[in-house]
């Protein structure tokens, strides 16, 4: 027998850790594809598509930050989309009725975040696993949504309300200072607090993460709530820039921002990956799918294009670690 | 290898002889040199302790475990057995404590999985046939029962009269079973023993697993014990008392370089648990523990002690008494207990202790977090500080606090979970067989801490497996059986044998 005291001392492969090494691949592969779009195209370059493309990733990128802590604790949020549309719907109509934007946003953001709460009670008190508790939430709410709107349209909300979505300030979509603002939030909250660090631990091993007293079931109510409450700001800023509010709005929503999670490296195992890398993978998505309009290629084709990204992000991120282990 | 027959010979030829069986795994030899024979419509008696080699020899018979080096003779003839298709072919069926039916099929089904009657229509199954075969051999081993209950709504010992009639029905002539009595009342007892009479009288031999000394000498027609992989004898029940069967199974050595210093006199009060049960099979377990004392918690496998630890820790509820900790009334989640000043060092450290993807630095320092950053806020670099301070402290191998702890050997990763108590600041460390799958440097190095922990004035309650060890470091032990406290064994009883002695059953 071998003394495998001393197998174990292997020098450290990189004095850079996994996750800013996977961080740098895909701000790599995001680079890649502007420089591809810059030659393919003359229009990508312009100040007004970078813009564009910016706004359009930070709409996903608001609903992906929040599911990315849910899914680095081993979870998934399949709700998102649907609450986006409740939240949009509930906040339209206090905006309508009261006249006062202020309260249409808390009702929205606190819609979001009660919906988030009851997937972690669903996931933590009753013990359903989170996929079906809130597959289940996603057609609760869709439910909840058509029977409240039934068949109607929200429209025309005032001016100050609708800068939020659409404004600009410096030369800059408001949707955008919005966007560096989450990001940094979220990147503190997960690497900078002991609550992040906590949720990290929970999505590595649960079982260990308990027995290290660590208190599982309040975090993962926080983590719900934070995803919930995250598709309550994105329903703002639906409702903000689209200037209306339809029961419908929330389906195109959800499997996108699961793409931007996974093409950002978290892993649906748990316990691996940055709401950064997400940022990066709602670059990657919205890009292509720019591109591809900048270049005519049919929208039908985007789905197919999306699967593809993701299937080989994944499969690069498991090569990439397979081989760091 | 020349004593492979024990004692003179009853018939010529054994049914099944193993010469010389050995199996290695790292780090440890299972099996060294085992020879063990098998005759005609015997029951032959396994005996050893925990660890002493009873599952390997039973995995290497059913051809789970493949050997590395010896013999398998079957009436004579030299055969192979490398896959569980070989231990079949020769008729040796397994019935293992956990019970491998399909819950929600019926008896029929389960008997003849796999081998189901065909229907006329292609892809069917000839439902009057299967179940007029089970009826039939249902009635070989003299189990009257509708044989299309589903097994889920089957007792213990109902499921376990299936499993036979499952081994039956493939023409086993080798039954083995692990520990069958466990699970049953006196009653059903009775009807397994009567089955077994019957089943010898058919001609079919039975290696049959025990701690419980009435069966082996109620039952047994000989008897073999184990000890650390090894074969150390093979006896008549006739030709030897209680007394001799436990010496032999006792009797361990172990390299034990560190010498404990013990306190003369134990410290205040820590731990008091009164009265406590739980819904994992324990009852009424009465314990304390004073600062300054590392008292052990032994018995068998599955005798309770891990539940005991986890229902002190708050990891599995409790229905019944109380646990006073400094003091205090606690009853909760593990949190709390963290945050009291309660450590759990779990069994299976891979699986409960650490999270193997990520670095020794968050592993040492996820249960101290609060303490380290009472603002919330969290701080690689000074983490890290705290974690050099751990690695220096602990002379854990480990190239960096950023090294993935998976990577690390097995006594590096317990050192692992035990800093990351360090850290927190527990007053009480729970060690739950601290000392498996580790080398013996690291063992004595475990041991060095546990002592100067508890002569800074913790305390330690320790599970152990190796009766020796226990010996060695503990100033006391209490010893369980069947979820209670069998007895507490002061310093000076505490022996290997009044240990054994407490823990098996002598009913």
Same mark, same amino acid.
């Given at each position: 027998m071998t003394d495998i005291s001393k197998e174990a001392i292997v020098?450290?492969?990189? #004095?850079?850790?996994?996750? %800013?090494?996977?961080?740098?691949?895909?701000?790599?592969?995001?680079?890649?594809?502007?420089?591809?779009?810059?030659?393919?195209?003359?229009? #990508?370059?312009?100040?007004?598509?970078?813009?564009?493309?910016?706004?359009? %990733?930070?709409?996903? #990128?608001f609903i992906a930050s929040g599911l990315t802590l849910v899914v680095l604790t081993a979870g998934l949020d399949l709700?998102? &989309?649907?609450?986006? %549309?409740?939240?949009?719907?509930?906040?339209?109509?206090?905006?309508?009725?009261? &006249?006062?934007? %202020?309260?249409?946003?808390?009702?929205g953001l606190a819609c979001g975040g009660i919906v988030g709460l009851l997937n972690g009670v669903m996931v933590t008190a009753l013990r359903i696993p989170s996929f079906i508790a809130t597959y289940g939430m996603l057609w609760v709410l869709n439910g909840l949504t058509y029977w409240y709107m039934a068949g109607e349209t929200l429209h025309g909300f005032p001016a100050g309300f609708r800068q939020i979505g659409s404004g600009y300030l410096f030369g800059l979509p408001i949707p955008v200072y919005l966007l560096l603002v989450f990001l940094g939030i979220g990147t503190l909250f997960a690497q900078r607090t002991i609550w992040g660090q906590e949720i990290y631990a929970i999505g590595a091993n649960p079982v260990?993460?308990?027995?290290?007293?660590?208190?599982?079931?309040?975090?993962?109510?926080?983590?719900?709530?934070? =995803? &919930?409450?995250?598709?309550?700001?994105?329903?703002?800023?639906?409702? =903000?820039?689209?200037?209306?509010?339809?029961?419908?709005?929330?389906e195109s929503l959800t499997l996108p921002a699961i793409a931007a999670v996974l093409i950002g490296g978290t892993s649906l195992f748990g316990g691996v990956g940055t709401v950064f890398g997400t940022f990066i993978g709602a670059l990657i998505l919205t890009l292509v799918l720019n591109g591809m309009n900048l270049l005519s290629v049919s929208a039908n084709w985007q789905p197919l294009v999306t699967g593809i990204i993701v299937i080989l992000a994944v499969w690069l991120d498991m090569k990439t670690r397979r081989r760091a282990q | 290898m020349s004593d492979a027959l024990p004692i003179e010979v009853t018939s010529p030829t054994p049914l099944l002889e193993l010469r010389g069986i050995s199996k290695e795994f790292p780090g440890v030899k299972a099996l060294d040199d085992v020879s063990f024979a098998v005759f005609p419509g015997e029951v032959h008696m396994l005996l050893g302790e925990n660890g002493a080699g009873?599952?390997?020899?039973?995995?290497?018979?059913?051809?789970?475990?493949?050997a590395d080096a010896g013999e398998f003779y079957y009436k004579g003839q030299k055969v192979a057995i490398g896959s569980a298709a070989d231990a079949q072919k020769l008729g040796i069926a397994v019935i293992f404590q956990e019970f491998s039916l399909v819950p929600h099929l019926d008896i029929a089904q389960n008997i003849f999985l796999g081998r189901e009657p065909k229907g006329r229509i292609p892809g069917t199954i000839d439902r009057r046939k299967i179940l007029a075969d089970a009826?039939?051999?249902?009635?070989?081993?003299?189990?009257?029962?509708?044989?299309s209950t589903i097994v889920d709504k089957l007792g213990v010992a109902q499921q376990q009269m299936v499993e036979i009639a499952k081994a039956i029905s493939q023409n086993a002539r080798i039954l083995v079973m692990d520990e069958p009595t466990a699970a049953l009342s006196d009653r059903e007892t009775e009807l397994l023993f009567a089955l077994i009479a019957r089943l010898k009288a058919d001609g079919v031999s039975i290696v049959y697993i025990s701690h419980r000394m009435a069966e082996v000498f109620a039952l047994g027609?000989?008897?073999?014990?184990?000890?650390?992989?090894r074969r150390i004898d093979g006896v008549r029940p006739a030709d030897v008392t209680p007394d001799q069967l436990v010496r032999m199974m006792v009797g361990r050595t172990v390299d034990m370089t560190y010498p404990r210093?013990?306190?003369?006199?134990?410290?205040?009060?820590?731990?008091?648990?009164k009265g406590l049960s739980s819904s994992t099979g324990i009852s009424d377990i009465n314990i304390e523990v004073r600062r300054g004392e590392i008292v052990g918690l032994c018995g068998l496998v599955g005798s309770g002690r891990s539940e005991v630890a986890r229902a002190i820790f708050g990891a599995d509820p409790v229905s019944a008494g109380e646990i006073i900790f400094d003091g205090k009334t606690i009853s909760g989640e593990p949190d709390l207990a963290a945050r009291r000043g309660i450590a759990l060092i779990p069994e299976s450290r891979k699986s409960e202790g650490l999270a193997l993807l990520r670095s020794v630095s968050d592993n040492l320092v996820v249960s101290a977090l609060r303490k380290l950053f009472p603002s919330g806020l969290f701080d690689q670099r000074s983490a890290q500080r705290t974690s050099d301070g751990l690695i220096r402290q602990l002379r854990i191998a480990t190239p960096s606090a950023r090294q993935t702890v998976g990577l690390l050997s097995g006594g590096n990763q317990q050192k692992v979970v035990i800093g990351k108590w360090l850290a927190a600041g527990s007053k009480l460390f729970i060690f739950d067989e601290p000392t498996r799958g580790i080398d013996i440097g690291a063992k004595s190095e475990i041991f060095a801490l546990i002592d100067r922990l508890v002569a800074e004035g913790a305390a330690a309650l320790m599970i152990s497996s190796e009766q020796v060890e226990i010996c060695h470091v503990c100033d006391r032990a209490y010893v369980m059986r069947e979820g209670r406290i069998a007895g507490h064994l002061t310093r000076n009883e505490l022996t290997e044998e009044n240990i054994v002695r407490l823990g098996m059953h002598h009913a």
């Open positions: 020098p450290p492969r990189s #004095f850079l850790s996994q996750d %800013a090494i996977q961080v740098f691949y895909r701000l790599l592969a995001a680079l890649l594809i502007c420089a591809v779009l810059a030659v393919l195209s003359d229009s #990508f370059l312009s100040l007004g598509n970078i813009l564009n493309v910016l706004r359009q %990733a930070s709409l996903t #990128f709700s998102v &989309g649907a609450n986006v %549309a409740l939240s949009a719907c509930i906040a339209g109509t206090v905006i309508h009725k009261t &006249g006062s934007p %202020a309260l249409g946003i808390l009702t260990a993460a308990r027995l290290s007293g660590i208190p599982v079931a309040r975090r993962l109510l926080l983590v719900y709530a934070v =995803s &919930g409450t995250m598709a309550g700001l994105a329903s703002i800023i639906f409702l =903000s820039r689209l200037n209306s509010a339809e029961a419908d709005i929330g | 009873k599952s390997s020899l039973m995995k290497v018979l059913c051809g789970a475990y493949s009826k039939r051999v249902l009635g070989t081993i003299g189990f009257d029962i509708d044989p027609d000989r008897i073999t014990v184990l000890r650390d992989g210093n013990f306190a003369d006199k134990p410290g205040e009060l820590l731990l008091e648990v």
